[in-house]
């Protein structure tokens, strides 16, 4: 067995799909006797990786992950063999930290007489940091439309089908629980969509453009576009498809930004509490100005513009992260733990505050947004660099481990 077969008998596991015996036993002469360290850290990450959209891990899920964990600490175990044993835990679990491992936010280590055992938190976890309103219940589905008259129409648990008639055009609900447009109007008007903190929503534009927005944003758009462009307005951030259209252009307004293109698929993010605006092109080709400034967009780079700047900064981030949020994750890469809590608040609908000093703690990993905030936050107070308190709707941000 190699490693490429060893991925594919754990994934296999951690999705229920059955195994034969001799699979087994050649995953596991593979794994006790041939797998590198480099090979069992990718074998971690890949099961970590299908085990994000498992529900209930099995206990044979538990088992190989505790074994692969055991494995991997030993090799750590050898490298510190010279060490006074007090001193072994606090060094393998630096080096543990150095390289990023995820997983290590996920388990105890306990070394005792030279011997390395995982205890995985999901079996026994070791801190009760979570008061009050339970285990904070993730973000769902929840808009608000409102329409040229003002009137307010939500969105939540409105059932599928016909919504409302403006302007000759047919406003409905898909199965998806998307709403789209119907028809070509005849009196163009102006509909807002809004997500509160703890939702979200897509919508599909008349011109069949479609938008996704993350918590707390809007989108104001017409009912119809008519004449040479295509225009819309919108905060907080939303993931577009844009329909192609060569003789309309398409142009997302947020703030002081305006986002031109043709018909492509992009990321803003201009959230009032972020200390920049990002547009991030996955393709296609867009054009990002402010006042005086302008830069071109190609796939796979990101335009900032800070609060108070001037100028584009481009770069090239991780698309995974960015998109995360549209996707149904949480994707930390080196993300700074104030970073983290905003996403936290919009999320679930929470008030953040600081006791201390938190701003050179950072995470690296993935969680499915589909978690509750006790799940997420507990695992980010495992590392042992921060602690959580939650007091109703606010959660106290506490540098180190609960004493």
């Known amino acids: 067995m190699n490693l490429s077969e060893a991925i594919i008998h754990v994934t296999k596991l951690a999705e229920g799909q059955a195994v034969t015996e001799e699979e087994t036993a050649e995953f596991r002469q593979w794994f006790l006797r041939e797998a590198s360290e480099e090979e069992l850290q990718e074998l971690a990450s890949a099961h970590e990786a299908v085990l994000m ?22 090799y750590y175990l050898a490298e510190v063999s010279t060490m006074e044993e007090s001193n072994k835990q606090e060094a393998i679990i630096r080096k543990i930290r150095k390289r990023n491992y995820w997983w290590a936010a996920a388990a105890s280590l306990l070394i005792a007489g030279g011997a390395a055992i995982w205890i995985l938190r999901s079996e026994q976890p070791k801190r009760a940091a979570i008061v009050q309103r339970n285990v904070l219940e993730p973000g769902s589905n929840k808009a608000i439309l409102t329409l040229a008259n ?36 005849d ?3 102006y509909h807002t969509l809004s997500t ?88 296609g080709s867009v054009k ?40 149904g994750q949480f994707r930390f890469n080196r993300t700074g733990i104030k970073n983290i809590m905003r996403q936290v608040a919009r999320w679930y609908d929470v008030d953040i505050r600081y006791e201390g000093n938190v701003d050179n703690i950072e995470f690296q990993g993935i969680l499915s947004r589909k978690v509750t905030a006790k799940a997420l936050l507990e695992t980010l107070e495992a590392t042992g660099e921060v602690h959580f308190r939650i007091e109703g709707d606010h959660i106290s941000v506490i540098p180190g481990a609960k004493k």
């Open 187 to 189: 009196n163009v008007q």
């Open 288 to 327: 990002v100005e402010a006042g005086d400034a302008t830069a071109m967009l190609t796939p796979g780079v990101q335009a900032s513009l800070a609060t108070e700047g001037q100028t584009f900064k481009t770069t090239r981030p991780d698309l995974a992260e960015v998109l995360a949020w549209k996707n």
């Open 150 to 185: 003002g009137q307010e129409i939500i969105l939540d648990n409105l059932a599928n089908g016909n919504i409302a008639v403006q302007g000759g055009v047919t406003i409905t609900k898909a199965d998806s629980g998307a709403i789209a447009y119907i028809g070509t109007g």
């Open 53 to 74: 959209e498992v529900q209930e891990p099995t206990y044979d899920n538990k088992e190989i992950v505790s074994n692969i964990y055991s494995r991997l600490t030993a």
């Open 196 to 283: 509160p903190r703890g939702g979200q929503f897509q919508l599909t534009l008349p011109d069949g453009s479609k938008v996704w927005l993350n918590s707390a944003s809007s989108i104001r758009y017409p009912t119809a576009f008519i004449g040479a462009e295509r225009k819309v307005e919108m905060t907080g951030e939303g993931y577009f498809e844009v329909a192609p259209d060569a003789a309309k252009p398409f142009t997302v307004k947020a703030g002081r930004l305006d986002v031109h293109v043709l018909g492509t698929g992009f990321n803003i993010m201009a959230y009032a509490d972020e200390n920049a605006i990002r547009t991030t092109l996955v393709s």
